[in-house]
């Protein structure tokens, strides 16, 4: 059997990889653009000097009977304040404030700038009549990281297209073998929890204000007092998308008191926005007509913010969506972590190979020199060793996962906007923008399609393999304990084999061909009885004594691996490949 | 070595070119040179060929020093254990020792084979006998297998 | 057949040297001088363009340059440091070789090309443009032959497919040939 392995990176694939990074900036740029433009006369308030102002007049202005505002509780106030030698009078609250939906915010503000007070405000030193109470929220910037995303990912595809990478080993003869250079750990976790961190951000971005916000204030309502709340208006909201799909809520407005003072509420659940599902907002609205006295519940701590349904909502449940993309990234960071350190561990054994550097512990350190030609007795080889698989099941997960959300989602975008979007509407769709967008969506669908059957994968049983002598020898007998872990009933086959390969690279100007060569092949196992693959067992492993122990050099190796296959009816068969090494003969056992 | 200038070689004790790890390889290198060299030594080196780029391993280098244009000087290297001279389809790794001399650059090497019991090893396909078996009567050989196994592990 | 008795193993087949068709070492010389020692080798894949550097290299060492050769790897993008430090020093006598200089990123391209330290570049590429051309790397069935003869290998006993065949199978690329050849010998019984 040969293999022939080759890698092409032409200048032809780096411009399309270009161009499509440049797309991906370019989307970021301008949308990032766009916000920061908007936001840009807010945020100069943060240069304007402060001052003190006196506040003449602060009240909160109810236009809710008023039909059609989107905002109709408002906070007004008019101050008087001096700057440059002149007194001036001043009304605005903050740059871009025009009252909101929740009547609970401009109720605050009064309470927290009552008349004849006195407060700081910022004036505009270019324009001393421009003048604000409060100055923009420094997190809205936090907005820009969406943008920022895509520009830093189309930054990284570039360098990564264009920058040079050093040689993993020096073309033509060498006087000294070199073992490839492994990447360094650091770099790899670090690259692996760069990747899964962006999974968790978003999903905490949308995790926290959907559902944890809401589920918190669920919880601290449970102390609110009750009070008498009287309805003065109540309808059903309805709310339509640019798509036409409408959402509905339950919009009211209430009065109530505490400790002699009125108060206007609106808040009807803790969960903000609108939902589908118009029956239920008509039956709330129903038993909340105008004129209704029924049960709210105030904040202690806040009369200001009441709420009437207090409850947990259903709807709420969907909130938790997010928390899908915060368990990805976060488990994705963690098993990059593990990997990483046990993947340190392991390498005091399997650096065992001509020109590579000498472990620092115990045997492996000895059984380290022995490739460069070692004299004397070799070292003790009798320490069992627990043999792990390449690559986890969720590593694999997380990179398919991540792939394919991607991807998907890109693809998915267009496809909308490009064809159903204007489907839907009656219009006609683009003939070019569908052609292209064929292939893109034929490789969306497979890794979408890829994504359930590494999901499935997870979940398979696992194998445990410990090998005793830790490291083979040609003629000498060795041991294998083997069992499962997880669901083991599901198999009904396990087969467990060896296989010995040479490989051999040649780099001629600039291309480099690795040929593979399987010289031995032995299967140690084949279990078929339920019984035996549930317990697992432990069998005889019989090395021919014709066998060489493993080598790596620069251009040429010898590799041994141990291969474990487990069929499973209707789903992704177990397939797991475990690296082992071969030691010369004349070992002390 | 015939009486022609610059030249150098390797003579080896009872001609012998097979050693088993752990051996000792003892023999002659002689040169005769217009002016004494500055340099000579004996390499003890492992190099590859086949399919693949060329790899050489030196493991022992033996310097000589007190130089005179000519001479004869002994020299004994102790065979290293690993990597055993072996060959494949793609890959053949053997052994040799090279003898030579600075500034003139005169060399001389005799390959050996240093592999267990002073035989090459060979990597032959072998072909697993389980493989051309019915599925059925699989797990049955396969456990005398082992059992035949444990037997040789006593 | 075990690797060291295989007649096409990589250490025979770079023993095998440039054969110049309908012109002579002198001659390429000669237009090599006469385009100011700035010039390509230009052929596809296994074509011989690393061969040809290798042969062309000691031909101008004994015309007393000093021959500096850099080998790109495939997707390497950038010198390293060590590339770039065996430039410093070059000096009029100094010729550079750089085999791979595709494989370099637009602007290092560019860079070392404007870097006129040396007396002289020749570079090897798969399309002309770069540098003025100082030969074209062609092959053919019949080159595919004499190589095979030089190794020793007779056309009538030999396995495999024939050589115009082999030729065809790999679009011309000499390299891809002998190593299908390999295996085929490979394959072959160990005596």
């Known amino acids: ?198 999974f968790a951000i978003f999903g905490l971005a949308f995790l926290i204000p959907i559902f944890a916000v809401p589920a918190w204030r669920v919880l601290q309502a449970r102390s609110w007092h009750e009070a008498e709340c009287s309805i003065r208006s109540s309808a059903v909201g309805g709310h339509s998308s640019d798509k036409g799909a409408a959402t509905y809520s339950v919009d009211l407005v209430y009065s109530y008191e505490v400790d002699g003072h009125t108060y206007t509420g609106n808040r009807y659940q803790f969960m903000t926005g609108s939902s589908s599902g118009r029956s239920a907002k008509e039956a709330a609205v129903a038993a909340l007509q105008p004129g209704t006295v029924t049960r709210c519940y105030v904040d202690p701590a806040d009369p200001t913010s009441a709420v009437i349904d207090r409850g947990f909502a259903p709807m709420m449940w969907f909130g938790l969506i997010p928390l899908l993309f915060v368990v990805i990234g976060v488990g994705g960071m963690v098993a990059v972590v593990v990997a990483t350190r046990r993947g340190s561990r392991q390498q005091g054994v399997e650096q065992w190979l001509p020109g590579m550097k000498a472990a620092t512990s115990g045997t492996a350190a000895a059984i380290a020199d022995l490739g460069l030609g070692m004299r004397g007795a070799l070292p003790e080889l009798s320490e069992a060793r627990v043999l792990e698989p390449s690559q986890g099941p ?196 | 070595m015939t009486g022609t200038d610059n030249e150098i070689g390797i003579e080896l004790d009872e001609s012998r070119f097979a050693f088993s790890p752990l051996e000792t390889l003892r023999g002659t290198v002689a040169w005769q040179l217009d002016r004494a060299p500055t340099a000579v030594e004996i390499r003890l080196l492992w190099y590859t060929t086949g399919k693949g780029d060329q790899d050489v391993g030196v493991v022992e280098t033996v310097p000589f020093d007190t130089l005179q244009a000519s001479d004869r000087r002994r020299f004994e290297i102790v065979a290293p254990i690993a990597p055993p001279s072996f060959s494949g389809q793609l890959i053949s790794l053997q052994w040799a020792i090279e003898a030579t001399a600075s500034p003139g650059g005169e060399t001389a090497r005799v390959d050996l084979v240093i592999a267990p019991g002073g035989v090459e090893k060979r990597l032959e396909l072998a072909v697993d006998p389980l493989d051309d078996l019915p599925a059925s009567m699989k797990p049955m050989v396969s456990k005398l297998a082992q059992w035949a196994a444990r037997r040789q592990g006593r | 057949m075990l690797a060291r008795e295989n007649p096409l193993t990589v250490q025979r087949v770079r023993r095998l040297r440039y054969r110049l068709a309908g012109t002579s070492w002198e001659a390429l010389l000669q237009r090599l001088r006469a385009l100011e020692y700035r010039a390509a080798i230009v052929g596809s894949h296994g074509h011989g363009k690393t061969t040809l550097m290798e042969d062309l290299a000691p031909r101008l060492s004994i015309d007393g340059w000093d021959v500096r050769s850099l080998r790109l790897q495939q997707g390497q993008g950038r010198l390293t440091a060590e590339e770039r430090q065996s430039l410093d020093g070059a000096g009029a006598g100094t010729i550079l070789f750089v085999d791979g200089i595709d494989e370099l990123s637009a602007l290092e391209r560019w860079r070392l090309l404007r870097d006129r330290r040396g007396g002289g570049m020749v570079i090897a590429v798969h399309r002309e443009g770069l540098l003025p051309t100082l030969w074209r790397c062609e092959t053919s069935p019949r080159l595919l032959e004499d190589l095979l003869s030089e190794l020793g290998i007779d056309g009538e006993r030999r396995p495999g497919p024939p050589a115009e065949r082999l030729f065809a199978e790999h679009g011309g690329n000499l390299r891809e040939a002998l190593r299908a050849l390999y295996d085929v010998y490979a394959a072959l019984p160990v005596r």
Not at chain 1, 63 to 78: I, L, M, Q, T
Not at chain 1, 186 to 196: N, R, V
Not at chain 1, 464 to 485: D, I, M, N, Y
Request: charged share 15%; with cysteine.
């Open chain 1, 394 to 589: 969720f590593a694999k997960l997380g990179c398919t996962v991540l792939i394919a959300l991607f991807v998907n989602g890109l693809v998915g975008t267009f496809f909308w906007k490009g064809v159903l979007e204007p489907m839907q509407t009656g219009g006609s769709t683009d003939g070019c923008v569908t052609l292209i967008l064929i292939p893109f969506g034929l490789l969306a669908l497979m890794l979408l399609l890829s994504v359930p059957y590494q999901l499935l994968a997870c979940f398979n049983p696992r194998p445990r393999l410990e090998l005793l002598p830790g490291v083979l020898q040609p003629g000498k007998a060795a041991r294998l304990r083997w069992h499962f872990t997880g669901s083991t009933g599901r198999l009904t086959r396990v087969a467990v084999s060896i296989e010995g390969t040479e490989s051999a690279t040649h780099r001629v100007g600039t291309s480099s061909t690795t040929s593979n060569s399987v010289f031995w092949r032995q299967t140690i196992l084949e279990a078929t009885r339920p019984e035996e693959i549930i317990n697992g067992g432990e069998i005889a492993i019989s090395v021919p004594d014709s066998l060489v122990p493993s080598f790596d050099s620069s251009n040429n190796k010898v590799v041994y691996k141990m291969k474990v296959t487990g069929a499973i009816a209707r789903w992704p068969d177990v397939n797991e490949e475990f690296e082992i090494q071969m030691a010369p003969e004349g070992a002390r056992r």
């Open chain 1, 1 to 198: 059997m040969r293999i022939r392995m080759g890698s092409a990176n032409t200048v032809g694939s780096k411009i399309g990889t270009s161009i499509f990074a440049l797309i991906f900036a370019g989307f970021g740029i301008f949308f990032g653009g766009m916000m920061l433009r908007t936001m840009l006369p807010a945020f100069a308030t943060w240069f304007w000097p402060p001052t003190d102002c006196t506040i003449e007049d602060s009240r909160f202005v109810d236009s809710s009977a008023a039909a059609g505002k989107e905002s109709p509780f408002n906070f007004e106030v008019h101050y008087t304040y001096n700057a440059q030698g002149r007194a001036y009078k001043g009304e605005t609250y903050k740059i871009g404030y025009s009252g909101g939906s929740d009547a609970a915010e401009p109720q605050q503000l009064v309470a927290a700038y009552p008349p004849g007070s006195t407060a700081r405000c910022y004036v505009d030193p270019k324009n001393p009549t421009n003048v604000v109470l409060r100055r923009a929220n420094l997190w809205v910037l936090l907005v820009l990281l969406f943008p920022a995303v895509f520009v830093g990912f189309a930054v990284l595809m570039l360098f990564m297209t264009w920058s040079s990478g050093s040689p993993s080993s020096a073309p033509g003869n060498s006087l000294i073998p070199l073992g490839k250079p492994a990447m360094s750990p650091g770099k790899t976790m670090g690259c692996g929890i760069a990747a899964f961190s962006i």
